[in-house]
């Protein structure tokens, strides 16, 4: 395993304990004993066991045993008896001295012919020289054998030591060939040697045991040829164990933590590719479920541990950002590194520069972003070894595949020692991604769990298989019998296809919108059997009880009802909280069916036996082959299914398009930098220059060639080039006020800087659509900002991309607009919306001077984040505005995120710094939507405001106290808290409460630090 970049090596002794004289011989006993008494040389066939093979590296499962690691108090001649206690040893090494002299004349002329072990050495006891430890891991043996090399060198030309060697086949053949050019030297005898010996050792004081001096010159010794070593190590070597050169806790964590215990098969291949060793780029796909994301963790806890370089994990959803930071805490405990949340309103920019310790960097695709741009602006992007994408077939996803184009070509570009390694579902179209990224491609189609694909056309069964003409072959009728009025009902047989395997297995039913979700759920119910209602029902009661409590008394009438059969539905319009316990009510096995939309697909994995498709349709837009693999590719329980299945419910005017959904070639995968008139293009080229990346039109250019963009501009830039495009590109800009262009009177060339405004809209990134209107919001909002309340804050934060989501409800608008107070009415009508306008409109006369929709709909959203500020109670606020509880959730996590956008673009302008103070404390407050006093627990990852009122009420009131709290009486103390929970909430208090000592100690180093640029006396 290679690396790019000098590391410091670090070494611990290993000792084995030698076994006494009388006792059995094993794998530690000399090879001549073992033989008992066969020639020194013992042939050829001795040779090649003393000179081990290059060995590859060490697979995962290995079953090595462990070397026993000794302190310096263990006696490590313990068991053995002095050499020296027989009186008569002299004697006899004369003689065999002499008997070995008259061999050696004897086969003189044979001497060539013999191979290595058959040569004679500087002492006889050079002859006794133990195997290979062949239960010792590679790591430890390669080791062992740069140790002999480098001592061999140190000690050539000298006297040579008679005790037990390791050597390579290079370094032996070497020693062998020295040891010919010397036969002709004169020997020193044997009795001699020890002899001078003897008389050092009673040279030593009487006072320390003979033991305890020889421990310490073998440990003397060891730490010189160690140091002596280390200089010749290659600075690529990394290996610091058999675990894929991890050290064996990596191993023994992922058992105890995962549950793992071995790889599959194209994990190892994976890991051991020429590629993986030298860190070349890697883009590696497999459809979902293979197990492709503990691959990605392998490497990056390599990169954290044996190159000592920063990881970032780029994740496309803020709720697997958060599990993932959830689950890799206890290894950041325990391997002392630090895991860093980036998502919503989290992150430090630029992130805690950190001297002894490493950091993950775990990030949604915009924060990531935003994390490289702040690290090339530091110039510290070097720090960065490893960068990890998630979805790697998101770039062709819209804006979101705009920007993590922008992010790659900028690592590639600035810094190509970074490894980028890619996890991607098939694509037909691999290749573009693989010369963008100058990568390696690795692929596979294992599945843990076999699937079986099928579609349902009326009440017949056909399996699919793309060799059949037609695409299907007849597998089975449904015998379900229908009433009448089932019939009616359900026209699609669901009840018969979910029965099947319910409530025994799992089964997800993928419905094309959030009402058919809720509806599906309740039929299914209607025709349930009382039994459904007996099987795990005490653990449901609890799912009841705690839906209730995290939202304050108040239960979803459809979840009263499905729950108690094992039913639920999944989708955006639940809360935070009732998505996270329904997702673990499921995954626990208390919840058996999960009607869904095709979020869940591409959200945490909740993999089902059976996976229904009630339509092929995502709202009106028929599905693409991509998304339809992602719903399909749940079905299958790795460890607990034999076989997966799917069905897709299909009527018959789909049954064409639905052959060519399931058969189909996968789609290509396209860049989006020219998505919506070349929005992402536009701000590439801003971000750029704002770095100092590029600083001319030229300069760009070159840039662009190394984009995915430029790979695929024969298919994408069919009306104009390219470079047509970038020249219009500077020119908008430049219109913006957002660069300037300067031209050179020596050379006439033209440059290209970033405005105060460019680059306050690049660090804040903030659309370009937007980032003049939020610059007159501000200024405006400075000339009369409303201070005692949060209302005018809260409406400068309103995101501009929410206000086409929400219609008002004129009546509710004026009634909430009348509670307001006549300060709070005042800045209203300075935005543009005074009360008239909104009194006419709930009268429902005409508005003679209309304001602008935009403001209208922007006002009525902040009075709806303004209540829940008060409040902080989701489902009462939802229910005054008639809002659903989700979009009200994801107003606030929205608002909470632009929030910490504006504060960035405010602290790059001057005249803006009234808010950096102002909207610091606000960005908290709508992060969590809490009462104050349970901030401090709702930092912690997986804690949400039940559980943080539990912990609050049961002592728990600080992070401090959640960091050093025993798993094991939380559980106890705490309702409904699994030990494994409870692990999880300690382990991510006890890193964040790391990181913020950590963050504060690093100001105090600096402000300690002595300046390097110190005026001295002779500059006074």
């Known amino acids: ?87 008569s040893l002299l004697a006899k090494l004369d003689d065999a001295e002499q008997c070995e002299r008259q061999d050696r004349k004897t086969s003189k ?54 005790t037990p060697d390791r ?37 030593v004081p009487s006072n320390v045991s003979r033991t305890a001096a020889l421990k310490e010159a073998v440990v003397s010794e060891e730490i010189t040829v160690a140091m002596q070593a280390m200089e010749t190590v290659s600075t690529e070597t990394t290996d610091l164990g058999p675990f894929f050169g991890l050290p064996s806790k990596v191993k023994d964590l992922m058992h105890k933590l995962r549950g793992i215990k071995s790889l599959y098969d194209w994990q190892e291949t994976c890991l051991n590719l020429d590629c993986v060793q030298q860190r070349k780029n890697l883009i590696y796909s497999l459809p979902t479920s293979g197990g492709k994301t503990l691959v990605a963790e392998i490497l990056i806890l390599r990169e954290l541990l044996c190159r000592k370089k920063d990881c970032l994990f780029i994740l496309p959803y803020i709720s697997l950002v958060q599990e993932k930071v959830r689950g890799l805490a206890s290894f950041g405990l325990e391997l002392d590194f630090m895991v860093e949340e980036y998502a919503g309103s989290k992150g430090r920019f630029p992130p805690v520069k950190r001297r002894n310790k490493m950091s993950l960097y775990v990030a949604t695709i915009e924060k990531a972003h935003s994390l490289v741009n702040s690290l090339i602006e530091n110039g510290r992007l070097d720090q960065l070894g490893l960068v990890v994408v998630d979805e790697l077939h998101m770039l062709g996803d819209g804006s979101r595949g705009a920007v993590i184009e922008m992010t790659l070509a900028k690592l590639l570009y600035v810094n190509s020692q970074t490894q980028i390694i890619g996890m991607s579902a098939t694509l037909g179209n691999i290749g573009d991604l693989q010369t963008f990224l100058k990568a390696e491609n690795y692929t596979n189609d294992f599945r843990p769990v076999q699937l079986k694909e099928y579609v349902k056309l009326r009440d017949t069964i056909y399996e699919v298989d793309p060799k059949e003409e037609d695409c299907f072959k007849f597998s089975r009728h449904l015998n379900f019998k229908y009433s009448s009025a089932m019939q009616k009902v359900d026209p699609d047989h669901i009840i018969a296809l979910v029965t099947e395997v319910i409530p025994t297995h799992s089964c997800l039913v993928f419905c094309p919108t959030k009402k058919n979700c809720e509806n599906v759920a309740v039929m299914i119910c209607k025709y349930l059997k009382g039994e459904f209602l007996k099987h795990r029902e005490a653990e449901k009661s609890v799912l009841l009880r705690e839906l209730r409590d995290s939202s304050d008394g108040v239960v979803c009438p459809v979840l009263k009802r499905t729950v108690p059969y094992g039913l639920a539905y999944h989708h955006s319009g639940l809360t935070t909280e009732e998505r996270k316990l329904v997702e673990e009510a499921y ?113 760009v250019e070159e840039f662009l060639r190394g984009t995915l963009l430029h790979v695929q501009q024969e298919q994408l830039c069919v009306g104009r080039s390219l470079w047509d495009a970038v020249r219009q590109c500077v020119d908008l800009l430049r219109e913006k006020e957002l660069v300037t262009v300067t031209t050179s009177h020596r050379d006439k060339s033209q440059e290209l800087q970033v405005t105060k405004l460019g680059r306050a809209t690049f660090k804040g990134s903030v659309d370009l659509t937007f980032s003049d209107l939020l610059y007159k919001d501000l200024s405006l909002g400075l000339e009369g900002l409303l201070l005692n309340s949060y209302l005018h804050l809260v409406y400068l934060v309103t995101p501009y991309d929410m206000i086409t989501q929400c219609k008002p409800d ?30 006419r409109k709930a009268a429902g006369q005409t508005v003679k001077n209309s304001a602008n929709t935009a403001v209208v709909q922007r006002m009525y959203l902040a009075l709806v984040l303004l209540s829940l500020l008060r409040e902080t109670n989701v489902w009462s606020v939802a229910d005054r505005f008639q809002l659903s509880r ?72 600080t992070l401090t106290h959640l960091a050093n709290a025993d ?54």
């Open 1 to 87: 395993m290679n690396a790019a970049a000098p590391r410091e090596l670090k070494i611990r002794r290993v000792s084995c304990k030698k076994r006494p004289r009388d006792g059995p011989p094993t794998h530690l006993t000399p090879a001549r004993k073992r033989r008992g008494g066969e020639g020194a040389g013992g042939g050829a066939d001795s040779c090649s066991q003393r000179c081990p093979t290059n060995r590859r590296l060490s697979s995962v499962m290995a079953q090595t045993q462990p070397a026993e690691y000794c302190s310096d108090a263990e006696d490590l001649f313990g068991d053995y008896d002095s050499l020296l206690e027989d009186s």
């Open 109 to 162: 002329n044979d001497v060539h012919g013999q191979s290595c072990g058959d040569i004679l050495t500087d002492s006889i006891l050079d002859s006794l020289v133990d195997e290979p430890f062949e239960d010792l891991p590679p790591s430890q043996i390669q080791f062992e054998e740069q140790v002999e090399v480098v001592k061999r060198s140190r000690l050539q030309g000298g006297d040579r030591a008679s």
């Open 167 to 203: 050597i390579g086949d290079d370094a032996r053949d070497r020693h062998t060939e020295d040891k010919t050019k010397r036969r002709s030297r004169a020997r020193r005898s044997v009795t001699d040697q020890l002899k001078r010996t003897m008389v050092c050792n009673g040279a």
């Open 587 to 699: 995954s626990n096995g208390v919840l058996c069916l999960l009607a869904c939309t095709s979020t869940l697909a591409a959200g945490i994995n909740l993999p089902a036996r059976r996976v229904i498709l009630r339509s092929p349709y995502i709202a009106t837009d028929f599905l693409k082959r991509s998304q339809y693999k992602q719903m399909v590719g749940r079905a299958g329980r790795a460890g607990i299914d034999t076989v997966g299945e799917s069905v897709l419910i299909l009527q018959d005017k789909d049954r064409n398009m639905a052959k060519t959904l399931v058969c189909a070639p996968m789609e290509n995968c396209y860049s989006n930098l020219m998505h919506e008139d070349g929005k992402g293009i536009l701000s590439l080229i801003l971000s750029l220059i704002g770095l100092d990346i590029t600083t001319s039109v030229q300069r």
């Open 810 to 839: 004129w009546m509710i608008y004026f009634r909430q607009f009348t509670l307001l107070s006549a300060a709070e009415q005042k800045m209203s009508a300075v935005v543009g919306v005074p009360e008239s306008f909104v009194a």
């Open 886 to 957: 989700g979009f009200v959730q994801t107003l606030l996590s929205s608002s909470s995120a632009f929030c910490s956008c504006v504060l960035h673009f405010a602290e790059e302008l001057e005249e803006f710094w009234p808010f950096k103070a102002l909207l610091t404390e606000l960005t908290r407050r709508l992060s969590y939507c809490v009462k104050a006093e349970l901030i401090p627990l709702m930092e912690v990852v997986g804690v949400m405001e039940s559980r943080a009122k539990q912990l609050y009420n049961a002592g728990y009131k």
């Open 967 to 1020: 798993p094991a009486v939380l559980s106890k103390t705490i309702e409904n808290l699994h030990k494994k929970q409870a692990n999880q909430i300690v382990a991510s208090a006890k890193m964040l409460l790391n990181e913020k000592a950590a963050a504060l100690q690093e100001e105090v180093d600096e402000l300690l630090t002595t300046p390097t640029d110190l005026p001295n006396e002779q500059h006074v």
